[in-house]
């Protein structure tokens, strides 16, 4: 039945295309960008633990919001306008800043530590990076698995650990922008 | 004339079991590359021509040519604007190619559902006779 494999091989190019599309990249500026936040916050911790509160404060909103322009101009620079797919991602990293918001209330209720609360947001933070990779970029994966090996770092050991494991998660994110940005100079030659 | 690259052969919609299954199927759409540039469209607002070259893999012209069809059918609108000083269009699908294409995938479903009972029916009243 020549008809039939035709439909089949058309719909198989039009398959091909839909799978390129869905290949699911977030900007490598983003990666860089929540490198040297984090990094620098997580220093903060043991090199000036007063002002860990203060920077989060402006660098959780501030960076999500950098984030947010940075993910709309690079989907518009890429040739994709998709405004249900930039308010999921925004939907999710949201989550993220509000369960982040909430979970400074034990604190200020006096029944959890700043310690307590670092700890809790590292663990967050991996599971919003796991679930990110599992549901679109695959890079975010490893992210998310550093983040939760540097949970374990933090809470098991002793001394200052927070600057080791904040340069450590800083560096995976860099990694993972290098790798971002070198798949995307590749598909653009 | 043999047919171009991606149009259907002439004569060929007989070679498919059922000739009511074919109601739906838009003539327009039956062409692999305005078919993927349908479909690439419906699942986003808006494409650039050079986006939809490399999620293709088509040439400049060949892409141009099918878009164009499109756009005078009604399926897409076009809009053109500067992005760091460089001309961008951007491709949209409209209501016009979301109905086309709702109803020429409907079709291919029906085509495909067809397709897979009549091989099955033969070989059942093969069965039957031996």
Known sequence: MPEMSRIEEDLGYVRAAVARMDRSRSPAAIYFLWAAIVAAGFSLVDLAPRMVGL?????????????????????????????????????????????????????????????????????LTALAYWLAGVHGDRTMLVVGALLGAGYGVIVLLPGPVWTITGILIGAAMAAAGWSAWRQRAAEAR | MPPKRGEPPVGAAEAIPGREVLDGLDKLLEHRVRLAIAVLLSRADALSFSRLRELLGET???????????????????TKEFLDRKPISWYALTAAGRAALASHVRALERITRAAAVAPARSEHSTGGDA
């Not at chain 1, 920077?55 to 950098?66: C, D, M, R, S």
């Not at chain 1, 620079?77 to 209330?105: P, Q, T």
């Open chain 1, 55 to 123: 920077y989060w404060l402006v660098a959780g909103p501030g960076g999500f919001a950098l984030s947010v322009w940075l993910g709309w101009r690079a989907s518009r620079r890429a040739g994709e306008m998709d405004r249900a797919e930039g308010r999921r991602h925004m939907l999710h990293w949201f989550g993220l800043l509000a369960a982040g918001c909430l979970a400074v209330v034990p604190v200020v209720a006096g029944q959890a530590s700043w310690y307590g609360f670092a700890a809790t947001m590292v663990l």
């Open chain 2, 60 to 78: 400049d012209g060949n892409l141009g040519a099918n878009l164009r069809r499109l756009e005078d059918a009604g399926y897409l609108a076009v």
